[in-house]
């Protein structure tokens, strides 16, 4: 090999390398924001079969960028008891939560305040973001954010 081969070749390798490693970057980012939307998405639906099965008033507090709270009323007294709250992180991510409301399930099947929940990763563009909603009959879905 000729020292002009070599430098071909490397000179291939990294206009290889600038092409793939920020799609690479960008393709975490996305799994990052995927995997937080499967999480929050399955503590609703367990708050949710919680409260059917368990017969407790269950409720979902955001009340941070970085976690939130699930607050079992075990003795159904109203009253938030510290043996009663599981604080979920979800810094680990590095993503962010907005929600417009904390959503309450009950025994009987029925929801209140029902949320719309923003998940995004400050580095992606608005139209990769995920919104988790859930309707009144308490269907939880999540997809894209309509702008």
Known sequence: LTLAEVLIVLALVAFLASIGVPTFANQMLRYRLHGATRQVMSDLLIAQKQALSQKLMIQV??????????????????????????????????????????????????????PTIIVKHPALQKKQFRCITISIAGRIKQGRCRT
Do not use: C
């Not at 159904?76 to 810094?91: C, H």
């Open 61 to 114: 507090l955001f009340d941070g960028q970085k976690h939130y709270r699930i607050w079992r009323d075990i003795d159904d007294n109203r009253k938030m008891g510290r043996d009663e709250v599981t604080i979920r992180d979800i810094s680990a991510y590095r993503i962010q939560l907005m929600s417009n409301n904390n959503p309450r399930f009950y025994p009987s099947g029925t929801v209140t305040n029902l």
